[in-house]
Structures are given as C-alpha cells and as structure tokens.
C-alpha cells in the first residue's frame, strides 16, 4: 500500500529565512505524480507545487521549490524568504494513474509558523 | 471562476438526523472526489466518481453515499448522522489522471458537526 510520511508536525521559520518541510513516501510503482498543498487557518486546500516523477528536474514556483529524490522515495518542500502568510498546515500528498481512480493519498500534515 | 463550489459551508446535525452536501463543478472534470479531514489528521477518501452514472467507494465510505446524475454535481448524502461523522468535508475534482490531467481542485470545505 502507498504511503506518505511527515515527521515534522511542526516547524518554525523566522520572516525572511529559509526552512524545508520533509516528505517521504513509499510505492512501488514507477509513474506517479507528487504534490504540497497549504492549508490556512480558512482550511481551503491550495496548491503549492506539484513534481512528475517521470520529471528529473525539480520543480519550481517562486519561493516554493522541491528536492524531488526518487531513489530514496523523497520529496522535500523548501520555502525561501518566508512571509508571513506563509504560516499554514502544509500536506505532502501522492497520486498514481488508475489506482481508486488517480486518488491522492496524504501525509498527516506539519505545522508551520512564521515568527515576524 | 467558480472552480468548486460546496454548500453548506457550515453545518450542526443531531444524531439520527440526514442531509445532503452539495458540490458542483464548472471545469467539466469528469473526475469528482469527496474527502474528510478529521482533526490534525489528513484527507481521506470517502467516494469518488469517473463520470456522470458512475460512482465508486473510496477508503471511508460507511454512512455515506453519492449519486453522480450530471458532470457538474456530486452530491455527498449522510444517513443517520453520528458523532464519528464530526469533520470537514471537501469536495474535489479533475481531469483523468495523465500528463496534462494530474491536479485535484479543492472545494473551501463544509465543517459538520454532529452532536
């Protein structure tokens, strides 16, 4: 069965820092697709960045990128020059073609803070 | 652009009592999806459906159940609502699952609780 692991329910960044949120996962399948979604105190479920596994090059959205390594089954999150409103729950979540129709399976969650 | 859209966004059932979460979808997704989160835990998947006619249980699905009439509704209905049912409910969809297809949209979520 796939599974996705965070082993930081929580974490802190100073406003400005750098601070990296881990992800680990595990499959023995070869396509598959992995995402950081934020959740706000509001609880809506918002897209961070996404990573093709199929994809060798780490993917990039502003200040959010990952360190995709699928040999050891991976997936960090770094957040760069932290703000604010970046403070959230932030879920790790893994997708397969096919599998209970391309459902994402989750990762319990970290809880970041950013202290001004 | 509605993308998801969920209602009730609030919500307090007794025990016993039914009723039905709407969702609608305006991305013509034929991939639709209804999550929980219970408190500090993940999303879980309680049913989800391929297209319109076509519904299928997911990890979660005992005291629910979906109809999938059109592409753009996916309604979740709660029978004989009980205090376990006391969570968030998100209702998601996407394309299928490919190369242009691989991202879920959220709805904003619909608290409930049951007491």
């Known amino acids: 069965a796939q599974t996705v692991t965070q082993s930081q329910p929580e974490m802190s960044v100073q406003e400005a820092e750098t601070v990296t949120l881990s992800c680990t996962y595990d499959?023995?399948?070869?396509?598959?697709?992995l995402f950081w979604y934020k959740q706000p105190p509001s609880r809506q479920m918002i897209l961070v960045i996404r990573?093709?596994?199929?994809?060798?090059q780490n993917a990039t959205e502003n200040r959010f990128s990952v360190n995709f390594q699928k040999a050891a089954k991976s997936f960090s999150l770094k957040i760069s020059d932290s703000q604010l409103g970046d403070a959230a729950m932030y879920f790790c979540?893994?997708?397969?073609?096919?599998?209970?129709?391309?459902?994402?399976?989750f990762g319990k969650g970290t809880k970041l803070s950013v202290k001004p | 652009n509605a993308g998801v859209t969920q209602t009730p966004k609030f919500r307090i059932l007794k025990i016993g009592q039914s009723m039905t979460l709407q969702c609608t979808q305006d991305?013509?997704?034929?991939?639709m999806y209804w999550y929980r989160q219970d408190p500090g835990m993940g999303l879980k998947l309680i049913y989800y459906?391929?297209?319109?006619?076509?519904?299928d249980k997911g990890e979660v699905p005992n005291g629910y159940n979906v109809s999938r009439s059109t592409t753009e509704d996916f309604p979740l209905r709660l029978e004989l609502a009980a205090p376990s049912q006391t969570s968030v409910y998100f209702c998601?969809?996407?394309?299928?699952?490919?190369?242009?297809?691989?991202?879920?949209?959220f709805g904003e979520g619909s608290w409930l609780t049951v007491v």
């Open positions: 991305m013509n997704h034929n991939y």
């Open positions: 990573q093709e596994a199929y994809k060798q």
């Open positions: 979540a893994y997708r397969i073609p096919g599998g209970s129709q391309g459902n994402l399976i």
């Open positions: 998601a969809s996407s394309f299928s699952v490919g190369r242009s297809g691989n991202t879920i949209y």
């Open positions: 499959t023995s399948e070869s396509d598959y697709y």
């Open positions: 459906s391929v297209g319109a006619g076509i519904t």
